[in-house]
């Protein structure tokens, strides 16, 4: 029962961000449209470098709005860094900042830039793909591009996780995991003990799927 409250719980909080995301994307379409019709109207003021200041703290406003747009959609660290790398860059180019403030907002960045390029895991860029439980493991290789092994053209990605899976079966729940060579399947929803959806996660820089679940 329990569990049940707590799915249900995620997945409306899920839906939530799902609708925040959607509601960010339409004002991020506004805001370019606005930004497109500041584009033009410039082109008719004397003051030009004010208005290029103007244009491009806007700019990048925007961009940090899509950055955000992406964190909500695909839960990545590296995207958390984007939206901060973009946020300092907006407040270095848009503020009216002193030349203390400015080595401060450059060596954010730096830092910033270090952190993703040294500090994030190989494998953090990943694909996921939900099938049901009964989808054939050919067809998921195919749509996936991926290399599941299996012995049998009609066995389903269920059986290859069963198969595979070397814990009591009573130990299967919600985020469950077997790995494969470049590839993970995973237990996406579990409820009255059986699976309803497993989840493909390819791994897009590395051969081999780690993912941190």
């Known amino acids: 029962?329990?569990?049940?409250?707590?799915?249900?719980?995620?997945?409306?909080?899920?839906?939530?961000?799902?609708?925040?995301?959607?509601?960010v994307a339409i004002s991020i379409g506004f805001a370019f449209?606005?930004?497109?019709?500041?584009?033009?109207?410039?082109?008719?003021?004397?003051?030009?470098i004010?208005?290029?200041?103007h244009f491009i703290e806007q700019a990048l406003t925007?961009?940090?709005?899509?950055?955000?747009?992406?964190?909500?959609?695909?839960?990545?660290?590296?995207?958390?860094?984007?939206?901060?790398?973009?946020?300092?860059?907006?407040?270095?180019m848009g503020e009216?900042?002193?030349v203390e403030e400015n080595l401060i907002c450059i060596i954010s960045i730096a830092i910033l830039f270090a952190i993703r390029k040294y500090m994030f895991h190989k494998y953090d860029r990943v694909?996921?793909?939900?099938?049901?439980?009964?989808t054939k493991v050919r067809k998921v290789n195919q749509v996936c591009a991926v290399h599941i092994p299996y012995d049998?053209?009609?066995d389903s990605i269920l059986k290859v996780f069963?198969?595979?899976?070397?814990?009591?079966?009573?130990?299967?729940?919600?985020?469950?995991?077997?790995?494969?060579?470049?590839?993970?399947?995973?237990?996406?929803?579990?409820?009255?003990?059986q699976i309803l959806e497993l989840e493909i996660i390819r791994s897009v820089d590395s051969d081999v799927a780690h993912y941190d679940l």
């Open 1 to 23: 029962m329990r569990n049940r409250i707590n799915d249900k719980t995620y997945r409306i909080v899920e839906y939530i961000e799902m609708g925040i995301a959607i509601l």
């Open 33 to 48: 449209i606005h930004l497109m019709v500041e584009l033009w109207g410039s082109l008719f003021i004397s003051s030009k």
């Open 50 to 53: 004010d208005a290029m200041t």
């Open 62 to 92: 925007v961009a940090v709005g899509v950055e955000f747009a992406k964190l909500l959609c695909k839960h990545r660290a590296s995207t958390v860094v984007e939206v901060l790398i973009f946020a300092v860059a907006r407040h270095m």
């Open 96 to 98: 009216h900042t002193n």
């Open 127 to 134: 694909e996921k793909t939900v099938f049901f439980p009964k």
């Open 152 to 154: 049998g053209d009609d």
């Open 162 to 193: 069963m198969d595979n899976y070397d814990e009591p079966v009573n130990t299967i729940t919600k985020g469950t995991c077997v790995f494969f060579h470049g590839v993970a399947i995973r237990v996406s929803k579990y409820r009255n003990h």
